[in-house]
């Protein structure tokens, strides 16, 4: 199994419709983000979560939230889907590199959003 | 704040020629830099990283990277070019345990036969 698996995989849907996507890990990280990707845009951080009682924005929040539900889980949503939001949306989960000098993340495979 | 900049969204390279990949930063403090790599529908995976130390870093599938604080640079290479490393390559920065990842905007890497 996947360290760190994205539910679901692709989905289309309609604007105006709620979407959340799903995030499990198995790393026992503590750390866990939300990421999209558009192309030539690179990755944009959505929000990122330091433990279950820590949630933080990122540089493009609006119209997104989150919820932490457990350590191993961190799920996206989306309260009303509008088209600019089809992209490629990754989660990722670190640990606070004590260890290895520098937190390193692990991307699940991806979950990829398309609003018409 | 802190940027990343990679020269060149898409390069195309001979099997067997040298792979380059640029990479730029910016940053205020000295920062930790990696560079991942994303194969077609999967998710991003580490290639390397640089935090302290020796400036040449070495990854997986032969590729290596080297920081240079002078020139603010921290491009990819890999002596031989194979098939198999086609794929979109991101170069990204934090600060030493930062909570934050700055990524680049990626480079596509052709590889032709």
């Known amino acids: 199994d996947a360290d760190v698996t994205q539910t679901p995989r692709n989905r289309i849907t309609k604007t105006g419709k709620r979407i959340m996507l799903e995030c499990s890990q198995t790393?026992?990280?503590?750390?866990m983000y939300w990421y999209r990707q558009d192309p030539g845009l690179g990755l944009r951080l959505i929000y990122y979560?330091?433990?279950?009682?820590?949630?933080n924005k990122g540089e493009i929040s609006d119209g997104y939230s989150v919820s932490r539900q457990a350590q191993a889980k961190f799920s996206l949503s989306l309260e009303s889907a509008i088209p600019n939001q089809t992209a490629l949306y990754f989660c990722?989960?670190?640990?606070?590199?004590?260890?290895?000098?520098?937190?390193?993340?692990?991307f699940g495979a991806g979950s990829r959003l398309t609003v018409l | 704040a802190q940027s990343v900049t990679q020269l060149g969204s898409h390069v195309s390279v001979s099997e067997g020629a040298l792979v380059l990949l640029r990479c730029n930063y910016s940053?205020?403090?000295?920062?930790?830099l990696f560079w991942y790599v994303q194969y077609p529908n999967q998710g991003l995976q580490l290639l390397l990283k640089y935090t302290t130390g020796a400036t040449l870093v070495k990854g997986i599938n032969g590729f290596e990277a080297e920081f240079k604080k002078s020139e603010t640079s921290f491009h990819l290479t890999k002596p031989s070019a194979h098939m198999s490393d086609a794929a979109e390559y991101f170069c990204a920065v934090s600060r030493n345990t930062g909570n934050q990842f700055y990524f680049g905007t990626g480079t596509s890497l052709t590889v032709i036969p």
């Open positions: 790393k026992g990280h503590d750390r």
């Open positions: 940053s205020s403090v000295p920062p930790y």
């Open positions: 990722a989960t670190s640990d606070p590199g004590l260890i290895t000098g520098a937190n390193v993340l692990t």
């Open positions: 979560s330091f433990d279950v009682k820590d949630i």
